[in-house]
């Protein structure tokens, strides 16, 4: 209790330390130690100095290229390789327009396009797949479904009834039961009627799988038997009708017979056939087992499974002696031993690093919409002779889009539909080629594989919801050609008389108007459907289209249109609007990711897309994606549309023209105010035009001055914007009436301009988006776009007359829909900046920290769209800073970025870029510099307690990003620059060592200090510095890793918290786990003088100084472990779970599955014999067992009482009677005959070794236990300066049962593993006293792995507590004597694993 006391108090202080520099953290941790001196258990380990890896790889080459296991010291040459992976889209053929880059003059739009157009650039790890734990291994050895099986004296202690009804029934096998005569036996002469008696007979299956006949009395099974015969000696069973009807015989191998008789013929037989199946069976097991025995020499696993079932008496030649069946197991053909470990047994672990895939486009939830039908209660032929389909009387034109009434908006763009009649279609007047078409440098082209003629009329659209709700309605707006008022040419519609001379007179009308006016549209009707049942994007596929709603040109707009969907499930509302007759016909349908023949919304195909088929086009809908960064996605291929919305008029006051009524807009997109100047072809056509046109118009209002508009007018825009780059809306008053017949000056007079307006679409740099308000002018002279209005009445520019006083007569709104264009203006500035800098202007530090600064402001979405071009620009500038301030800024910026990336949980877009996007400009040492060294350094300035701690607690958080970026600039500085070959200590300049090690320097106070203010902070700062250090291996100095893993382990000590120890033992468990970590430790000889072979080595079986320098990952690791083993439960765990699972990793690991590199492999482990022999006094529990380890050696614990909460003592050795009675016990325990447990070494278990640490400056293991100790005090004098404290107190509180069998399994392991001659080296250099704690050591094995049947397992799974038991055999398969006996085939108990099974072992 005081101990913790202490702990508590002395980290309380260091709490309130206040972090001011690495240096002067060491020097309090330092003073810390001082100060807590009294406290023993506090004691620090000394550091020991690693080997310079990169010098003794050279000395010793001779030596490592002539080892056998060469592969085991030396990394591989081909470890990494930057790789470039092929961008795999979804198209045919590049999003990027063909001469975009060319025309690309703007450095944001530059960047943009070769972001879409670059590859992926990979940094691939050979060995990569070694890199983690156990569970991920590749071709990990796949797991035993089933032990071999045996069975154990042990299990045959069941009861009859048990063998009858469980084992018999439960597991499967054959059983019958009934009355039989049976012969007497004994009779000398033969056997008569007389001598049958009748029996009841009961066919059970043993455990074994061997069947017995057993015969009672009566039918009372349960009682023991009066007699058995056993099937597995029985040879056949026969008809034998000489004696009895009814009768049959059973031949037995040694020539006698049993002679049974049925009541009936169909009992006899009965019995025939079941008693021959099993004979059968018992014939095929022993077949098989024959085959097993047979090719057990060639193929390892069936020597695995031949183990199991080596004693086969059917197969003579193959009985073999006990001693010969111990050797057999003991082949390298056994299980892995840490198969049979439970947490090698778990189910596989998913990665710790979640996989990483490329950007790649993602849409909602998909739905495609086919347009079937439109049919109106009015209908006639329109055929001039009258011969012909009846259809529509005049053509009508669909719209269909989204909305959305929970957010309310339109969620899409629009899709328009022609459904009419290939002979309604022949109404229209062919479209003016003037207007339609024409080409110009930037028109849009179609790629070769699409003909414009099959896109003229589309009929299925693929629309996609991102947030799918109930409150989606799919909306149709039904248009038809110009006439009048829109309540005059529905009222022929809405009658329920169909009459032909309605029909006939409408479409008279309907023709005029066609030839007349066919280029105009009037809104006509409207309906609408909900889409999905939840917010799962389940589609309601049995809603069928509202009726169709006569369109009120009141109630036009999309905000409109949103009133009445919000009534929509009112029908009392819904009730009053006017209704059309006519049906709409549009089904819906979920979209396969294997659809053929699909156009993305800027017309490019597919990949699946087939040519030369009959296959209707569908086309992709655009989806207007909420602006919020969570529903926002990295942009990954070129589109640049712009949509145009006229909403308003306001033309009632005009007193410019005369007539100005059904207004008609005219929408062009031009490039030039000049007079002459075309309209860029660039605007996506309708149905039954071309694709793309040079202007289009809106829906007129019959008789409206104040007219209002829906229309959207989708343009595909030129890839570089200039400041002449503008809307050009013209208005025309449309004259409806055709009162002069034929006339042809009258037809000329169809439209007069009244009006033009214009939008440029560039405004400080940016396109000009939401809603606008500009004036109207009654003429359009050459330069308009240069007007410019100066005050007083005064302007610049030409004359221009405007309507109404210049007022804002004209409200239109544009969407701008880029990936190549941005709205956000602190982005646009920056890039802006980063242009003139870039293009020969000086760039001034102060003005780009402005710009740097105001990049906190940039919107979430925004952000995320263009993740990848804000870092790659933030990168180029971070290498071309000239000033540190602007350096440290730009990593500002980075982590800004990345934390709200995190914060909106888009950490996969980072993790996507840091593998594929990311990657370093060529290196040009007089220019700039690398990422790698110049974001250390920033890295290290933002580390500073100075430095604004919001900022640092951000870095600490998403360090991960910033180390990752780290590792592959590293890696791709390398290979590029040709320094792969280079040596290690050469490939990185001075500059950028430094740089690092102040980087681990810098962080390690916060992970130390932050722990419990921040958490998640310094959890994270600590796991992705140990993912950076275990990467650095891979590229750097390996000597010079390994100080930096001393700088990060001398921040610790005996005592911290629990999560401080919990940090240090992920970082080793993550360093560890390095790919090449065999040969990071050199499992090589390192004698003096010149060694020759292998086997001459001097092997350390203790933790000397000299083992842990020269092995310097294992030797701290071991140190380590042995200094937590005396901390409490909780980070014993730790420790003993990171050390095992490693032992697994080894043992598992498919490069080194053969016995020599087990062995060598074993060398790096042989001191944690000593580290447990420290501790067996802990290890030994025997509580585990009901069975009694031998009678009268019962361990009496008296001398173990401790004072309550004080597990720490300083032992009293008693080395005479240990030695005294040593060599009769030892020897006794080797040979099995004895305990070495007895009454003569009553104080043995007082014996107490020095706590772990000891070992840590432990020269010698060989001397005498009593010589030992005293070594140990003097090294204890002569470390005491340096602060390796308390040799003489140990923990005597034993371990419990998880961390012994943890424990002992990584013996067992090290045990089995070792070669012969390393194990007798070990015996002849062991004192006495530890050759006594190491078979201690193997005996607790035997009773901690000790099977102890499957009763008692099942009863301690139902939590009955345990069986006493005779002493019966729990280690070798029990033997029968019985003639013709098979070896067992004891089917597994069935709801009871493996790693069950070893867990109550």
């Not at 029909?503 to 459907?529: D, E, H, I, S, T």
């Not at 980075?894 to 840091?914: D, M, P, T």
């Not at 920033?938 to 910033?962: E, R």
Request: aromatic share 10%.
């Amino acid at each position: 209790m005081q101990a913790d006391k202490y702990r508590t108090s002395s980290r309380s202080v260091k709490k309130e330390m206040v972090i001011e520099s690495p240096l002067q953290h060491k020097d309090a941790a330092q003073g810390e130690v001082e100060a807590e001196s009294p406290g023993p258990v506090l004691a620090k380990p000394k550091l020991i100095e690693p080997l310079d890896y990169e010098n003794v790889i050279v000395q010793k080459k001779t030596q490592i290229l002539n080892d056998c296991l060469r592969e085991m010291l030396l990394f591989p040459y081909d470890d990494f390789q930057t790789a470039i992976l092929r961008r795999q889209g979804r198209y045919r053929c590049s999003t990027v327009p063909a001469h975009a880059q060319e025309e690309a003059q703007s450095l944001f739009v530059t960047e943009c396009i070769k972001t879409y157009n670059s590859d992926w650039h990979l940094v691939n790890y050979k060995y990569e797949d070694y890199s983690g734990e156990f569970r991920q291994l590749p071709n990990k050895g796949a797991k035993l479904d089933k032990l071999p099986v045996h069975v154990y004296e042990v299990d045959e202690e069941v009861d009859k009834d048990e063998d009858a009804a469980s084992l018999g029934s439960q597991k499967g096998g054959i059983t019958k039961h009934g009355w039989l005569y049976k012969g007497n036996m004994n009779s000398a002469i033969s056997v008569t009627m007389r001598s049958f008696k009748r029996r009841f007979f009961h066919l059970i299956q043993l455990g074994d799988g061997s069947y017995n006949l057993n015969f009672y009395k009566d039918e009372k099974i349960s009682k023991e038997p009066k007699g058995s015969i056993f099937l597995d000696s029985c040879m056949g069973v026969v008809q034998n009708n000489k004696v009895r009807r009814f009768a049959f015989e059973l031949k037995m191998q040694d020539k006698s017979s049993y002679l049974l008789a049925a009541d009936s013929e169909v009992e006899m037989e009965e019995w025939i056939t079941i008693l021959n199946k099993i004979l059968q069976l018992n014939f095929e097991a022993a077949m098989q087992e024959r085959r097993n025995g047979d090719s057990h020499e060639d193929d390892e696993q069936s020597k695995l499974e031949g183990s199991g079932s080596g004693l086969d008496s059917y197969l003579p030649e193959l009985v073999k002696s006990t001693r010969e069946a111990e050797i057999k197991l003991k082949s390298e053909s056994r299980v892995k031993l840490f198969y049979l470990d439970p947490d090698a047994q778990k189910l596989d672990l998913p990665s710790a690093e979640p996989e990483v895939k490329p950007f790649e486009e993602k849409f909602g939830k998909r739905i495609l919409v086919k347009c079937n039908d439109l049919s109106f209660n009015l209908q006639c032929c329109v055929a001039e002779n009258e011969e012909g389909p009846t259809t529509n009387v005049e053509p009508f034109f669909v719209t269909l889009s989204l909305f959305d009434i929970k957010d309310n908006r339109k969620i899409s763009a629009d899709f328009h539909v022609d459904l009419n009649h290939f002979s309604v279609r022949q109404m229209l007047a062919t479209p003016s080629s003037a207007l339609m078409n024409g080409s110009g440098q930037s028109s849009p082209t179609l790629p070769d594989i699409l003909h414009e003629a099959a896109m003229q009329y589309p009929k299925q659209g693929i629309f996609s919801v991102t947030c799918p709700h109930p409150d989606v309605f799919l909306v149709a707006r039904i248009e038809k050609v110009l006439q009048g008022s829109i309540t005059h040419v529905a009222e022929p519609y809405m009658k329920s008389s169909d009459s032909s001379k309605v029909a006939q007179k409408v479409l008279k009308n309907a023709k005029q108007a066609c030839q007349r006016l066919g280029q105009y549209r009037m809104p006509f009707a409207w309906a609408a459907r909900t889409l999905f049942r939840d917010t799962s994007g389940n589609l309601d596929k049995n809603a069928r289209f509202s009726a169709l709603y006569k369109q009120d040109s009141n109630k036009l707009s999309n905000d409109d249109m949103l009133k009445l969907l919000a009534d929509f499930r009112k029908p009392e509302k819904m009730a009053k609007l006017p209704v059309i007759l006519g049906n709409l016909d549009i089904t819906i349908d979920n979209v396969s990711s294997d659809f053929p023949n699909y156009v993305n919304s800027s017309y490019i195909p597919t990949k699946q897309f087939e040519t030369c088929t009959k296959t209707p086009i569908m086309f992709e809908v655009e989806e207007f994606v909420p602006c919020l960064p969570k529903y926002t996605q990295p942009y990954t291929t070129y589109n640049n549309h712009l949509y145009v919305y006229p909403k308003y008029l306001k033309y009632d006051s005009q007193k410019s023209f005369a007539k100005a009524r059904n207004i008609a807009i005219c929408i062009e997109f031009k490039d030039s105010d000049e007079e002459d100047s075309q309209p860029l072809k660039c605007i996506y056509g309708r149905p039954g035009g071309p694709v793309f046109t040079r202007s289009a118009f809106a829906a007129v209002l019959h008789h409206h001055q104040n007219p209002e508009f829906y229309d959207e007018i989708k343009i595909e825009l030129p890839t570089q914007l200039h400041e002449k780059h503008h809307l050009l809306f013209t208005f025309f008053h449309v004259s409806c009436d055709n009162s002069s017949k034929g006339s042809t000056k009258k037809k000329d007079v169809v439209e007069t301009q009244v009006g033009y307006s214009w939008l440029p679409l560039l405004k400080d740099g940016r396109v000009v988006t939401n809603e606008q308000h500009v004036p109207v002018s009654a003429n359009l002279p050459s330069g308009y776009l240069g007007y410019q209005e100066l005050g007083m009445g005064r302007h610049c520019g030409p004359e221009i007359k405007w309507v109404d006083g210049s007022k804002p007569l004209l409200k239109v709104s544009t969407h701008l829909v880029s990936t190549v264009y941005t709205q956000d203006q602190h982005l646009h500035n920056f890039f802006q900046y980063c242009q003139k800098t870039e293009s020969g202007a000086q760039a001034l530090g102060n003005e780009l920290v402005k710009y740097l600064k105001s990049l906190h402001a940039m919107e979430g979405h925004v952000m995320i769209a263009f993740l990848p071009t804000i870092l790659n620009q933030l990168f180029r500038v971070l290498t071309r800073a000239t000033h540190e301030e602007v350096a440290v800024n730009v990593t500002r910026v980075i982590i800004h970025v990345v934390a709200q990336c995190h914060e909106e949980e888009l950490e996969s877009h980072l993790r996507s870029y840091v593998k594929y996007a990311y990657k370093a400009e060529p290196y040009i040492a007089a220019e700039y510099k690398t990422v790698h060294e110049e974001l250390a350094k920033s890295m290290t300035a933002i580390l500073k307690p100075s430095a604004d701690f919001l900022t640092s607690n951000k870095l600490l958080k998403y360090s991960w990003f910033f180390f990752d970026v780290l590792i592959k600039s590293m890696a791709q500085h390398l290979i590029e620059n040709s320094k792969v070959k280079v040596l290690r200590n050469q490939r990185f300049p001075a500059s950028y060592h430094h740089a690092v090690e102040t980087v681990v320097n810098m962080l390690m106070p916060h992970i130390t200090q932050k722990f419990r203010d921040n958490p998640e902070a310094s959890k994270n700062a600590n796991h992705s510095l140990a993912v950076f250090i275990k990467r650095c291996f891979t590229f750097m100095d390996r000597g010079f890793v390994f100080k930096q893993i001393n700088n990060y382990t001398s921040c610790f000590a005996p005592g911290d918290p629990k999560t401080l120890f919990e940090y240090k033992f992920e970082f080793l468990r993550v360093v560890c786990n390095h790919e090449h970590y065999i040969p990071l430790n050199l499992p090589m000889p390192f004698g003096k003088g010149r060694i020759q072979r292998y086997q001459d080595l001097q092997l350390d079986y203790s933790l000397t100084d000299e083992f842990c320098r020269n092995h310097f990952l294992v030797g701290l690791l071991l140190r380590e472990v042995g200094t937590a083993l005396q901390e409490f439960r909780e980070v014993r765990l730790i420790a003993i779970s990171v050390l095992k699972n490693l032992l697994i990793k080894h043992s598992f690991d498919d490069r080194y599955a053969s016995r020599s590199h087990q062995a060598r492999i074993a060398t790096l482990y042989l001191p944690l014999f000593g580290l447990l022999i420290e501790n067996v006094q802990r290890i030994n529990v025997r509580e585990v067992s009901p069975f009694p380890v031998n009678p009268g050696s019962t361990v009496k614990e008296e001398s173990l009482t401790l004072p309550a909460g004080n597990p720490l003592v300083t032992p009293q050795k008693s080395g005479n009677t240990l030695d005294n009675n040593l060599h009769k016990d030892l020897f006794g325990a080797i040979s099995g005959i004895a305990s070495p447990y007895t009454t003569s070494t009553p104080n043995i278990n007082s014996v107490r070794n020095a706590d772990s640490r000891g070992s840590l400056i432990s020269t010698d293991s060989g001397n005498s236990f009593p010589e030992r100790n005293t070594e140990k005090s003097n090294s204890l004098d002569k470390h005491q300066q340096s602060g390796t404290l308390g040799n003489a107190v140990v923990r005597c509180d034993k371990l419990d049962q998880s961390e012994i069998k943890s424990l002992l399994m990584c013996f067992l392991y090290i045990l089995k593993s070792m070669s012969d001659d390393a194990l007798f080296t070990y015996w002849n250099k062991a004192s006495t006293s530890e050759l006594m704690d190491f078979f201690t050591i193997s005996e607790v094995c035997l009773h901690q792995f000790q099977y102890m049947g499957k009763r008692y397992i099942a009863r301690n799974q139902e939590g009955l507590g345990p069986i006493v038991h005779d002493r019966k055999s729990q280690t070798l398969p029990v033997s029968h004597n019985r003639t013709g006996m098979m070896h067992a085939r004891l089917q597994q108990l069935g709801s009871l694993d493996n790693s069950l099974t070893f867990n109550h072992m």
